[in-house]
């Protein structure tokens, strides 16, 4: 079983900056492809962010320039930086992880969500 666990979201005023970072444990024995998806309330989970173990990434077009993913691979760890952050960036954030355990076998996980307010 893996855990993925998000922190870092809040409350924060427009043009603001805020860092999520989402550390996955449990049976890992690598991890292709981490990313990060956000919902607000009523539309869909779409992608924000996401990047490879060889450090490949790719952004949704609403957020490039601004939000910056990177990674640990040592720690498991995804980190998502937001900067001038807007109104409509408000949603619940979700860290996404494809995780090959040490049997063999891949998996696709979720977090639990971190909720991101962005208000003035």
């Known amino acids: 079983q893996v855990h993925l666990v998000e922190s870092g979201g809040g409350l924060v005023q427009p043009g603001g900056s805020l860092r999520l970072s989402c550390a996955a444990s449990?049976?890992?024995?690598?991890?292709?492809?981490m990313g990060w998806y956000r919902q607000a309330p009523g539309k869909q989970r779409d992608l924000v962010a996401a990047i490879t173990s060889g450090a490949s990434t790719n952004y949704a077009d609403s957020v490039k320039g601004r939000f910056t993913i990177s990674r640990e691979n040592a720690k498991n760890t995804v980190y998502l930086q937001m900067n001038s952050l807007k109104p409509e960036d408000t949603a619940v954030y979700y860290c996404?992880?494809?995780?090959?355990?040490?049997?063999?076998?891949?998996?696709?996980?979720w977090g639990q969500g971190t909720q991101v307010t962005v208000s003035s």
């Open positions: 996404n992880a494809d995780v090959i355990s040490w049997s063999g076998t891949k998996n696709n996980y």
């Open positions: 449990g049976s890992i024995f690598s991890i292709n492809v």
